[in-house]
């Protein structure tokens, strides 16, 4: 049974930094892609950025030089920092692990950027 836990968000000011967590269980994590998507309130869920087995990175074009994705496959753990946070970056974060057709999703974790 895969398990995809985040864990790092919360209330920051517009300028701050955060750093979400997602530890997943259940899978052969190194072989996966793995991303950070988000969804504020009245729009659709949105790729953030992902890292596919070979460390490679994708960025919305939003966040690029702002975020970035790493994943520590010891840890069976991926990140995503978060530097000069806007309130538009205000979301449920999630965590989402996909290999072919395997697809999952963690629970989210709520980020706000104000003031």
């Known amino acids: 049974q895969v398990q995809l836990v985040e864990s790092g968000g919360g209330l920051v000011q517009p300028g701050g930094s955060l750093r979400l967590s997602c530890v997943a269980s259940?899978?052969?994590?190194?072989?996966?892609?793995m991303g950070w998507y988000r969804q504020a309130p009245g729009k659709q869920r949105e790729l953030v950025a992902s890292?596919?087995?070979?460390?490679?990175?994708n960025y919305a074009d939003s966040v690029k030089g702002r975020f970035t994705i790493s994943r520590d496959n010891a840890k069976n753990t991926v990140y995503l920092q978060m530097n000069n946070l806007k309130p538009e970056d205000t979301a449920v974060y999630y965590c989402?692990?996909?290999?072919?057709?395997?697809?999952?999703w963690g629970q989210g974790t709520q980020v706000t950027v104000s003031s």
């Open positions: 989402n692990s996909e290999l072919g057709i395997k697809r999952s």
């Open positions: 259940g899978i052969t994590f190194r072989l996966y892609v």
């Open positions: 890292i596919n087995s070979g460390d490679s990175t």
